[in-house]
């Protein structure tokens, strides 16, 4: 039997399928025959209280969202591996053609905190490999922040990340 937590995400797609999915003219009969036309690339974090659709009221088709743990953007790398994150933006730059790119951080996130402070992370976990693209925003928070203030070096390296990514 599905836990109560689950339940309520099932009668969520119910009321969302009623809205947007019954009938010819529904918003996805339409996008189904037109195809997506988002004009935005949305980069945003995993964090559950962010999620960009909400935090914007876009609807169906309006959005073309990566998340990954802290809205990071890889350095650019050629060669073997699998990177999500290029091939997102690939797609949205050259086959949507998206007009905008956005990067979207958040107070409080987590991968942030991992970076800051690793000894709260699981030691040569994913998290801690993955935030380590974000380094040199760690390094200028330590640089840039007088106090030694967790919370300030914590909020600095979320906009020092930002300007990363971007
Ligand atoms: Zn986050």
């Known amino acids: 039997m599905p836990k109560r937590a689950l339940i309520r995400l099932l009668l969520g797609f119910r009321q ?7 009938g010819d003219d529904s918003t996805y009969s ?7 036309v988002p004009k935005t690339l949305l980069i945003g974090c995993s964090d559950s209280r962010v999620d960009p659709a909400i935090l ?17 953007v890889p350095p650019y790398e050629a060669g073997g591996g699998y990177h999500g994150v290029s091939a997102a933006i690939e797609f949205a730059v050259v086959n949507l ?34 935030m ?6 760690r390094i200028r928070a ?14 600095y390296c979320e906009l020092e990340s930002l300007r990363t990514s971007i």
Do not use: Y
């Open 16 to 22: 969302f399928r009623e809205k947007f999915f019954l």
């Open 30 to 36: 339409r996008l189904s025959t037109s195809g997506q």
């Open 56 to 72: 914007s009221g876009a609807g169906p088709g309006e959005l073309f969202v990566v998340r990954n743990v802290a809205n990071l």
């Open 97 to 130: 053609r998206v007009e905008n790119v956005i990067v979207l951080g958040h107070r409080q996130c987590g991968g942030i905190r991992a970076l800051m402070f690793p000894e709260q992370t699981q030691a040569g976990g994913f998290v801690q490999r993955w």
């Open 132 to 137: 380590r693209i974000a380094e040199p925003a």
């Open 142 to 155: 330590l640089e840039f922040t007088g106090s030694g203030d967790p919370n300030e070096l914590w909020r």
